[in-house]
């Protein structure tokens, strides 16, 4: 027993003197950027239920479960999907320019050392861990897109293709070591080519390809809880800031500056919107102050690491009154049923903020960016609208073929007695409140 015992305590001590040394082995690791990075991950993975909330409120209330499932689900997925393929193809070694190899499968290669392809003060499988949280939210974003109507094995097939074949290797183009985006130069800061307008030009085709919801543009389809969707932007604005300032993947003056122009475009569109609307509709809305305020972060998002305060001014102004004409006049004008405005907003909104790095970018605020066309530089603007070409017509397409393919294993839309009944009854058995209002 003694023995045993002196056993015991030989290898704890053992393992308690080893463990600094294998910590060493992390050449190069900063702790305190790690712990930024490692907050920021979990600021973006908290917009993914911020998300299931914002989008939630704005449905009908037969929908509520079944919309907030939508993005609930792809937490569970993505995660999934990432480790044993998704951050593979996104950021591993590179092939022909357009997606990394399978080398990185389970993260097999993927440890605690720096990747200086990527970050190099923080662990490799930090910088994947961070990079996961937007593989999780830019396919959730595309549900706004089909809410109420999309059958819910449809939307896991076509969620799981849609992030391993479009936002995989669209990441890779993008940010990805070899990327041809990357390389000629196209500045994306913290998503607005992968992220925005990859989600919002993927949601306007699929829901061009499902067609509307019954009785769209004949019967008021009204959101049920605003007080919901008010706590969802809170919740996405709240995240944004690890987002976008997480992107920086240092803790240092970029990670500063990103923040205070996230902030400030945040609180312009939100301005913006509601003026205009006050002014052509009458009366400032709660649901255009917060649809402002996301139009205004998703403007920004791929400038926020390129641009300065009063250049974020300029961008959230332009979102919120580009977006606000989206959705209140064009969409109307052309009948389709982008259920709660993931092309208006998302899309529009980082087309313009892609293409506004291509203006606004200053070496000032990241000498490891560029000057765009107002700093003296006109062929930045003419890259970032390569970049932006590419990712709709990439995403459009591919998104559409998948469509389609998953239409043949099994039907896309909701039937129409699922439809009227709500789908949380018809497809989960389950209702959001106990009482019928």
Not at 37 to 55: K, R
Not at 183 to 203: C, E, N, P, Q, Y
Not at 381 to 386: A, D, N, P, R, Y
Request: net charge neutral; aromatic share 12%.
């Amino acid at each position: 027993m003694k023995k045993s015992f002196l056993l015991s305590v030989l290898i704890l001590l053992g393992m308690v003197l080893m463990a600094p040394a294998a910590w060493a082995g992390e050449s190069g690791v900063d702790t305190g950027d790690t712990t930024f990075v490692l907050m920021s991950t979990a600021l973006v993975l908290l917009m993914t239920p911020g998300l299931a909330v914002f989008y939630a409120g704005m449905v009908r209330r037969k929908n509520v479960l079944s919309t907030a499932m939508q993005s609930f689900i792809m937490i569970c997925m993505i995660s999934v999907q990432w480790i044993l393929v998704g951050y593979s193809i996104a950021f591993g070694p590179d092939k022909f320019s357009l997606f990394g190899g399978l080398s990185w499968f389970g993260l097999s290669g993927v440890g605690m050392d720096p990747n200086p392809d990527y970050a190099a003060t923080i662990p490799h499988m930090t910088f994947m861990a961070f990079q996961m949280m937007f593989a999780i939210i830019t396919p959730a974003l595309i549900t706004g897109s089909f809410a109420e109507r999309m059958r819910f094995p449809a939307f896991i097939i076509f969620s799981l293709l849609w992030s391993t074949l479009v936002y995989d290797p669209l990441c890779h183009w993008v940010w990805g070591a070899g990327g041809w985006l990357r390389s000629l130069g196209a500045l994306d800061f913290a998503g607005g080519m992968v992220v925005h307008i990859s989600a919002g030009v993927s949601g306007l085709v699929a829901a061009l390809v499902l067609g509307r919801r019954l009785g769209w543009g004949s019967e008021p389809i009204l959101p049920h809880d605003l007080p919901m969707t008010i706590l969802g932007t809170g919740l996405l604005w709240f995240g944004w800031f690890g987002f976008n300032a997480g992107s920086a993947l240092a803790a240092g003056g970029l990670a500063t500056n990103t923040l205070v122009v996230t902030n400030t475009a945040a609180a312009v569109g939100a301005l913006t919107w509601l003026v205009i609307e006050w002014l052509h509709q009458g009366k400032p809305t709660v649901l255009g102050a917060v649809s402002g305020s996301i139009a205004g972060l998703g403007a920004i998002t791929p400038a926020s690491g390129f641009v300065t305060p009063l250049s974020a001014i300029a961008i959230a102004f332009v979102s919120g009154s580009i977006c606000y004409y989206a959705i209140s006049v064009l969409k109307n004008r052309l009948g389709y049923d982008d259920s709660l405005d993931v092309f208006g907003i998302h899309g529009l909104g980082g087309i313009w903020g892609t293409l506004a790095v291509g203006l606004f970018a200053t070496k000032a605020v990241n000498p490891l960016g560029a000057d765009g066309l107002f700093y003296g530089n006109p062929h930045q603007l003419w890259v970032q609208f390569i970049g932006v070409a590419a990712t709709i017509l990439f995403t459009g397409l591919a998104t559409l073929i998948i469509l389609k393919l998953v239409n043949l294993i099994t039907p896309i839309r909701a039937r129409t007695d699922e439809e009227i009944i709500g789908l949380d009854l018809s497809v989960h058995g389950e209702r959001a409140y106990d009482h019928i209002i």
